[in-house]
T-cell receptor, first 110, second 113 residues
Framework: GDSVTQMEGPVTLSEEAFLTINCTYTATGYPSLFWYVQYPGEGLQLLLKATKADDKGSNKGFEATYRKETTSFHLEKGSVQVSDSAVYFC?????????FGTGTSLTVIP | DAGVTQSPTHLIKTRGQQVTLRCSPK?????VSWYQQALGQGPQFIFQYYEEEERQRGNFPDRFSGHQFPNYSSELNVNALLLGDSALYLC????????????FGPGTRLLVL
């Protein structure tokens, strides 16, 4: 069945470091791909999305490119801030159903 | 403009009991999805409601049922609670033509003892 596998955490980085969180997927058809973020004490928020192969989603300095050949949607940011500390979820949508990864906890230290 | 709201925020039940959770979608949204998020895990899709009908269902037993009202609000019912039903239950809403952008509520944390 359809599924998402993402890099396990937790991840701890120093401020201004480069961030990569890996995400790969398995899906039939042509899924849309998403990254959601959950800040401490808050609900899930959409961070970025891509709806077809080679699309790049971007928001708040984060980027992810839909790579059909490698079935991947890795999240990157060139310079993380303390305020980026959160749990990040990769997800895919096929039809009306979403599949989420298990989440990657990121802590950025000053 | 209020976002997605859920009630109650926390709930404690015992095994075998029944529970009802409620969700009001974001203004202008007509589609509601429910998810179960166990501790340390990603959300698992339970089902989605549109036009007062269940449109799609994930891999959850029939003990999980739902309803959508004419004002698009929704309820999630769980019967014969098990310890393993303890989780954060999330509601997400989306609008017609923008179904891919789901907006999540803060969730209801259910503890089954």
């Amino acid at each position: 069945g359809d599924s998402v596998t993402q890099m396990e955490g937790p991840v701890t980085l120093s401020e201004e470091a480069f961030l990569t969180i890996n995400c790969t997927y398995t899906a039939t058809g042509y899924p849309s791909l998403f990254w959601y973020v959950q800040y401490p004490g808050e609900g899930l928020q959409l961070l970025l999305k891509a709806t077809k192969a080679d699309d790049k989603g971007s928001n708040k300095g984060f980027e992810a490119t839909y790579r059909k050949e490698t079935t991947s949607f890795h999240l990157e940011k060139g310079s993380v801030q303390v305020s980026d500390s959160a749990v990040y979820f990769c997800a895919l949508r096929t039809g009306n159903q979403f599949y989420f990864g298990t989440g990657t906890s990121l802590t950025v230290i000053p | 403009d209020a976002g997605v709201t859920q009630s109650p925020t926390h709930l404690i039940k015992t095994r075998g009991q029944q529970v009802t959770l409620r969700c009001s979608p974001k203004s202008g949204h007509d589609t509601v999805s429910w998810y179960q998020q166990a501790l340390g895990q990603g959300p698992q899709f339970i089902f989605q409601y549109y036009e007062e009908e269940e449109r799609q269902r994930g891999n959850f037993p029939d003990r999980f049922s739902g309803h959508q009202f004419p004002n698009y609000s929704s309820e999630l019912n769980v019967n014969a609670l098990l310890l393993g039903d303890s989780a954060l239950y999330l509601c997400a809403s989306s609008g017609r033509g923008k179904k891919e952008t789901q907006y999540f509520g803060p969730g209801t944390r259910l503890l089954v003892l």
